[in-house]
């Protein structure tokens, strides 16, 4: 069996009376495609800033990339990659400005930078793009380099929220090679994402509704068990019965 | 109507519902007004003075020997040269200068009146006034001591000279300053951001789709805060008569009159504002720095206009709050009429309407 | 009859150096429930600003039941209702204050037409006192539906009404729509989601500003100029790299479970061909089968097509 990258235990937020997360028991494989799925307030929100680090939990416990949840943020940090849809480049900045202050964030060296922004750049077809802003860009190249740069300092994990939301459908698909290349080079991928064919491309998913994963497995498995010929009528039955609506 | 009076409505609930919007509109004018007040009525021990004693007789004497006494003074040393008192105050080294002329006690034994002269350096206007009264006071008091055993009237007077800031722009300066801030900024920083926040948050396409007459919908974000203004305007006035005792000489209704002018003005400026931002940080950042310092700059209640370079005193009458100011000044201290300020508030009607026009011309009816 | 006719609109922006809708023309009749189908960024916004006349169009001409978008913008602000992309709603009035607000705004009550968002308001009514801005995403949407309807509106624009709104949400949502055109209000909506197509009665795709098909959904899928095929097996992501690599292959693109493909010789020999092949490539529980195309597949055969027109 693969390496455990993250391991969660009764993992748990209270904001008040109120359980964003109750008892979330999971464990991600090193190099697996992990879909995180659930409807609008199921709490995924809540659950992935607490394996990011940046929210400590109520209780329950959860070793990320080898790092303790409580203790270790700053490590945790170093070790992951974040993607969303709404924040990810600075605009304002160019291709190759965005690449070096990412890079220097994440600590490495300028040679380091030098030598990965140019097979970046290479990959992703930027030559001649470089040294415009990344304002002016095309939608879908700015998530592709925005991709590439959550991954630049090689973390083992990497968390995308809603990566392609809005993405037309050509893009949407060019940004998932790059999901399975990264995959293949033993990246974790954790992903949230509206779309539920992209459900199907994970490796495994799991589905949160009110604060509880009510499902987990292959996605051939879940349909199978739902009896579901796409995974969009596993969703509907699974979130139907929700009782929590919150953003 | 009944949809103005919805709107209008809607703003006030925006307003009631949002702390940091109640503690801009109440809390700024409380607290600027407490903090000038307080700063104001601090009692000054220990103020070094100097006596200039042309006279050197009984009554010149004994007036130095009380002023001695005070624990408001200390007499630094005698000087006797007006040149020396000058450097004196140059040099920082005293607050007030006590004079008396040659032949003190006779002039006022033989010719029942005499003259003492104060002079104080007003660069810090509170100080300096407060030590004048002191001293006049101990004047007062020793003028009372020789009545009583003189059968003739006899009477001091003290002339009273202001360095460096002849007009003594004090306490009953300060009020009229506060009141032009404090008007222009809320009324300007609050309208502006009210209507950029709309834009943000995209109810303005909501609005300007729907039968409702655009400008209405800039009539009605005016209203609330013409109202609360006047509130407002009311909390600051009566915190002044009642805390700084700063009197109202001439009419409060005329006063009244003018500030409601000013606070057109300023929603005219801050409907400007809105209409050339599209996010509230740089419309809050626009009425801070577009507003903030040249009021605070160019009225003149901080800063003596007339000591400025030329070019800056251009630039102050183009300053709404410069106006205004000059026309509380006239109504609540010296007490005059409109009569003699028709022309200040022509001037303000004058940019009022400017600002009005130019606002409403760039309105948009559409987006972008 | 049609109530919303767009004829060659034309919208740019800085200085013409983006071009945001590029000489759209389409008609949408009365009463039905049209479809504007595209990603981000492809026009959709600007060609509902332009026909709540919201934006100028640079060229071109559009009018909303029969009137000019610029000339009589005040007549149709009096009779569409318009549902932005952000849901927009006073976050800080409560469900009812928001509601009562829309209406007055539009010179009318709750009461006159609350037949029309009852279905909708009954489900949103228990929170009537919540602030907007403590609702989630799918009761903020019904809220804003509500607000947009009160007027009781002959046409009805929803801009991205379900863009971050979950499944559940959206599925009730696009119920709301259809019940809505049965009172017969021409209803023009404009997703990013693809699947979401099949619910409208005609669809636009559109590109870049540029229309690439408008149809019936289920003419769009007829006109899909080739057989389809579905492939699995289970290294779908190693199949996928492996059939780029094959020379039949024009197209082939993941499409959840499976991946699609179009063959450029589509005979049974060279569909056999193509197992052995990635038999060889160690390939195991192959399945090849024709597949009916979605709408996801016909943009994406449209998207390239247009692409290959203009690097010839």
């Not at chain 2, 011309?361 to 987006?367: C, P, S, V």
């Not at chain 3, 037409?113 to 799918?138: M, W």
């Not at chain 3, 024009?250 to 056999?272: P, R, V, W």
């Amino acid at each position: 069996m693969a390496e455990i990258v993250i391991k969660a235990e009764k993992l748990t937020k209270r904001f008040g009376d109120f359980i964003a997360a109750n008892e979330i028991t999971f464990d991600v494989y090193a190099g697996e495609i992990f879909g995180f799925l659930g409807a609008n307030g199921a709490g995924k929100t809540t659950a992935m800033r607490m394996l990011c680090g940046l929210s400590t939990p109520s209780s329950g416990k959860a070793i990320i990339a080898g790092f303790d949840i409580y203790k270790q943020t700053e490590s945790i940090k170093k070790n992951i990659g974040y993607m969303s849809q709404k924040f990810s480049l600075y605009e304002d900045l160019t291709v190759i400005e965005n690449i070096t202050f990412f890079g220097g964030i994440y600590g490495l060296s300028d040679k380091e930078i030098k030598e990965k922004s140019e097979i970046l750049i290479q990959q992703l077809g930027l030559q001649g793009v470089t040294k415009k802003l990344v304002g002016s860009l095309p939608l879908g190249w700015k998530q592709k380099l925005s991709f590439s740069v959550a991954v630049l300092h090689e973390p083992k994990i990497v968390f995308l929220d809603e990566p392609t939301g809005g993405v037309d459908p050509v893009t949407r698909r060019q940004f998932w090679d790059l999901i399975y290349e990264a995959s293949d080079k033993g990246i974790t991928i954790f992903v949230t994402t509206h779309y539920m064919d992209e459900a199907e491309y994970c490796n495994r998913i799991s589905m949160m509704v009110d604060g509880v994963v009510k499902a987990l497995d292959t996605p051939s498995n879940l349909k199978q068990e739902f009896a579901a010929g796409t995974m969009d009528e596993v969703f509907f039955e699974l979130a139907r019965g929700a009782k929590r609506k919150g953003d | 109507m009944k949809q103005f009076l919805t709107f209008v409505r809607k703003e006030f609930y925006h307003v009631f519902r949002d702390s940091k919007t109640m503690l801009m509109l109440f809390g700024l004018p409380i607290a600027q007004i407490t903090l000038f007040g307080f700063a104001l009525t601090n009692e000054i021990k220990d103020s070094k003075i100097v006596i200039c004693d042309y006279a050197k007789d009984e009554a010149s004497q004994q007036i130095t020997y009380k002023l001695a006494a005070s624990n408001n003074f200390s007499i630094e040393e005698s000087l006797l040269s007006h040149q020396q008192i000058e450097e004196a105050f140059k040099a920082g080294k005293i607050k007030l200068a006590v004079v008396f002329p040659v032949n003190f006690t006779y002039d006022l034994l033989h010719l029942n009146t005499a003259q003492v002269q104060l002079i104080a350096d007003a660069a810090d206007p509170n100080t300096g006034s407060t030590l004048t009264t002191y001293a006049t006071s101990i004047i007062r008091d020793y003028q009372q001591d020789v009545l009583q055993s003189k059968s003739l009237p006899l009477s001091i007077t003290t002339e009273i000279r202001m360095l460096y800031n002849p007009e003594l722009k004090g306490v009953t300066n300060f009020v009229p300053g506060v009141m032009a801030l404090v008007l222009m900024l809320v009324c300007v920083l609050m309208t502006s951001v009210s209507i950029v926040k709309e834009k943000e948050m995209g109810t303005m396409e909501v609005l300007l789709v729907s039968p409702f007459n655009p400008f209405l919908v800039i009539l009605s974000k005016a209203v609330p805060y013409f109202a609360l203004s006047l509130i407002n305007l009311s909390v600051i006035l009566l915190l002044s008569v009642f805390l700084l005792d700063m009197p109202i000489n001439g009419s409060v209704v005329l006063l009244f009159a003018e500030s409601s002018l000013l606070i057109v003005t300023s929603l005219a400026l801050g409907l400007l504002i809105s209409n050339s931002t599209a996010s509230q940080q740089t419309a809050m950042l626009l009425s801070l720095m577009g507003l903030l310092v040249p009021t605070m700059l160019f009225t003149g209640f901080m800063f003596p206009l007339e000591n400025m370079p030329m070019p800056l005193q251009v630039i102050a009458n183009l300053v709404p709050a410069k106006w205004y100011y000059i026309i509380v000044k006239s109504i609540m201290i010296k007490g005059l009429g409109f009569s003699s300020i028709w022309k200040e508030t022509l001037i303000l009607v004058g940019m009022t309407t400017f600002l009005l026009v130019v606002s409403f011309k760039k309105f948009k009816i559409r987006l972008g | 009859m049609h109530d919303v006719v767009l004829d060659k609109i034309r919208k740019t922006y800085n200085k013409n150096s983006l071009v945001a809708v590029d000489n759209v023309s389409l008609s949408v009749n009365k009463g039905e429930l049209f479809g504007l189908i595209g990603p981000d960024g492809a026009g959709k916004t600007s060609i509902f600003r332009i026909l709540t006349t919201l934006l100028l169009p640079d060229g071109g001409n559009a009018s909303v039941s029969g009137y000019d978008v610029v000339k009589d913008y005040k007549i149709i602000r009096n009779h569409v209702g318009y549902m932005p992309g952000r849901f927009s709603l006073y976050q800080d009035l409560s469900v009812e204050e928001n509601l009562n607000f829309f209406a007055t705004l539009f010179g009318t009550t709750i009461k006159e037409n609350y037949d029309l968002i009852k279905e909708i308001y009954v489900q949103i009514e228990p929170f009537k006192t919540r602030r907007a801005g403590k609702l989630s995403g799918g009761m903020k949407q019904k809220l804003a539906l509500c607000c947009a309807l009160i007027h009781r509106p002959t046409v009805l624009f929803l801009d991205e009404p379900t863009t971050g709104v979950d499944t559940v949400s959206r599925k009730e949502f696009w119920e709301m729509l259809k019940r809505l055109k049965s009172q017969g209000i021409t209803i023009m909506v404009s997703t990013p989601y693809m699947d979401e197509a099949t619910l409208c009665e005609r669809i636009a795709l559109i590109q870049s500003g540029k229309i690439l098909s408008i149809n019936t959904p289920a003419n769009v899928i007829a006109q899909f100029p080739q057989n389809l095929f579905a492939i699995k097996s289970t290294n779908m992501s190693g199949l996928l790299k492996d059939l780029r690599d094959f020379g039949n292959i024009e197209s082939c693109n993941a499409f959840g479970e499976y991946h699609h493909i179009t063959l450029s010789d589509e005979s049974d020999a060279t569909q056999h061909e193509l197992k052995t092949y990635l038999e060889s490539k160690q390939h195991e529980n192959i399945v090849l089968q024709s597949t009916t195309p979605t709408i996801e597949d016909c943009f994406i055969q449209l998207m390239n097509n247009q692409d290959g027109g203009n690097s010839n």
